[in-house]
């Protein structure tokens, strides 16, 4: 063919293509473009956040995923179900996915890749225009571990301020104070911290007031993010205090598990809503005397009832 027919037949399609009525899609992407969890245990559930992006999203498009990974694809779900709308003025356009391993699975690794495919949703089609479709893939890599995996981050940290403790009877109920954790749980076992510490100084850090800890600790399913609080109870008074917190994994300090926070305690019955220690929060040495005491009674009402039954028999068998 001569430079002269090649040229006339590229116009020929340049021109056909600019008198063709048809819908443009603009640029599609996905991030992150990927689905990594190598901390798997069967039964668990893991879930993440993939946000699908476009430039122009001008009118509405439709979404289908197809699932690619060899003998785990009935794992897989969205929060969208698997054909979705991306609608129109949505530059970005958030997607949970997950994945639930079921009891059943085997020990190993499962890769493969999630591909998307979109393009225009029919009703935005008018007679003669041309879909185009664009998608992308997810790559998936996944692995069923054996091994029970325990371990978290710890993403902010807060104190909240606290009431006095006050006098209740003839017990004393210290000052309650909660600090809250969020903490994400990266394992595939149940975990958390498994005690906080706190260490409380003077506004100035010049003297250490007191020192107390917790175990009691609510922990987090596998792979989920949480906010949780470790309850702590002072008998300091009304004051500014300074808090050296360590939030501990196992019987070391957890990465960025340790820090400083402010500690503002004020007279009791100032905070509204304010829910105090109760008798049940105090030490079991210090509930122990209640106890007792209740048993003592009890024991008594016990004897003078036997008491009373044998003086009854007695003045029967008398009377006969």
């Not at 692995?143 to 710890?154: L, N, P, Y």
């Not at 300090?253 to 304010?274: C, F, H, M, R, S």
């Not at 106890?291 to 044998?310: P, T």
């Given at each position: 063919?001569?430079?002269?027919?090649?040229?006339?037949?590229?116009?020929?399609?340049?021109?056909?293509?600019?008198?063709?009525?048809?819908?443009?899609?603009?640029?599609?992407?996905?991030?992150?473009?990927y689905?990594?969890?190598?901390n798997?245990?069967?039964?668990?559930?893991?879930?993440?956040?993939?946000?699908?992006?476009?430039?122009?999203?001008?009118?509405?498009w439709?979404?289908?995923?197809?699932?690619?990974?060899?003998?785990?694809e009935?794992?897989?779900?969205?929060?969208?179900?698997?054909?979705?709308?991306?609608?129109?003025?949505?530059?970005?356009?958030?997607?949970?996915?997950?994945?639930?391993?079921?009891?059943?699975?085997?020990?190993?690794?499962?890769?493969?890749?999630?591909?998307?495919?979109?393009?225009?949703?029919?009703?935005?089609?008018?007679?003669?225009?041309?879909?185009?479709?664009l998608?992308?893939r997810?790559?998936?890599?996944?692995?069923?571990?054996?091994?029970?995996?325990?371990?978290?981050?710890?993403?902010?940290?807060?104190?909240?301020?606290?009431?006095?403790?006050?006098?209740?009877?003839?017990?004393?109920?210290?000052?309650?104070?909660?600090?809250?954790?969020?903490?994400?749980?990266?394992?595939?076992?149940?975990?958390?911290?498994?005690?906080?510490?706190?260490d409380?100084?003077?506004?100035?850090?010049a003297?250490l007031?007191?020192?107390?800890?917790?175990?009691?600790?609510?922990?987090?399913?596998?792979?989920?993010?949480?906010?949780i609080?470790?309850?702590?109870?002072?008998?300091?008074?009304?004051?500014?205090y300074?808090?050296?917190?360590?939030?501990?994994?196992?019987?070391?300090?957890?990465q960025?598990?340790?820090?400083?926070?402010d500690?503002?305690?004020?007279p009791?019955?100032?905070?509204?809503?304010?829910?105090?220690?109760?008798?049940?929060?105090?030490?079991?040495?210090e509930?122990?005397?209640?106890?007792?005491?209740i048993?003592?009674?009890?024991?008594?009402?016990?004897?003078?009832?036997?008491r009373?039954?044998?003086?009854?028999?007695?003045?029967?068998?008398?009377k006969?």
């Amino acid at each position: 063919m001569s430079s002269k027919g090649l040229v006339t037949i590229l116009f020929f399609v340049l021109l056909v293509t600019l008198l063709l009525p048809q819908t443009v899609l603009g640029g599609f992407g996905i991030s992150p473009p990927y689905f990594v969890n190598k901390n798997l245990a069967k039964g668990s559930h893991y879930e993440s956040k993939i946000i699908l992006v476009r430039d122009d999203p001008v009118e509405d498009w439709e979404a289908e995923v197809e699932i690619e990974v060899p003998g785990a694809e009935s794992w897989f779900s969205t929060d969208s179900g698997l054909n979705f709308i991306l609608p129109k003025g949505e530059k970005q356009v958030p997607i949970i996915f997950s994945v639930d391993v079921p009891q059943e699975a085997e020990f190993g690794t499962y890769q493969g890749f999630l591909r998307i495919k979109t393009s225009a949703a029919p009703k935005s089609l008018e007679g003669g225009t041309v879909a185009i479709a664009l998608g992308g893939r997810i790559e998936v890599d996944l692995e069923v571990s054996e091994k029970g995996i325990f371990d978290f981050k710890i993403w902010s940290v807060k104190v909240s301020d606290t009431e006095e403790g006050r006098d209740s009877w003839w017990f004393y109920l210290p000052g309650k104070i909660k600090f809250t954790m969020k903490i994400e749980n990266t394992g595939n076992i149940t975990a958390g911290p498994t005690k906080v510490q706190f260490d409380i100084y003077d506004e100035n850090k010049a003297e250490l007031l007191e020192s107390i800890e917790t175990t009691e600790i609510e922990k987090i399913a596998p792979f989920e993010t949480k906010e949780i609080t470790a309850n702590l109870f002072t008998k300091l008074k009304p004051g500014r205090y300074l808090v050296k917190f360590k939030i501990f994994k196992g019987e070391e300090v957890a990465q960025k598990g340790e820090g400083e926070l402010d500690l503002n305690i004020v007279p009791y019955g100032t905070i509204p809503d304010y829910v105090g220690a109760s008798f049940f929060d105090l030490p079991l040495k210090e509930q122990l005397p209640l106890y007792i005491g209740i048993f003592l009674i009890f024991a008594l009402i016990i004897f003078a009832l036997v008491r009373a039954i044998r003086r009854k028999r007695r003045t029967v068998k008398i009377k006969k």
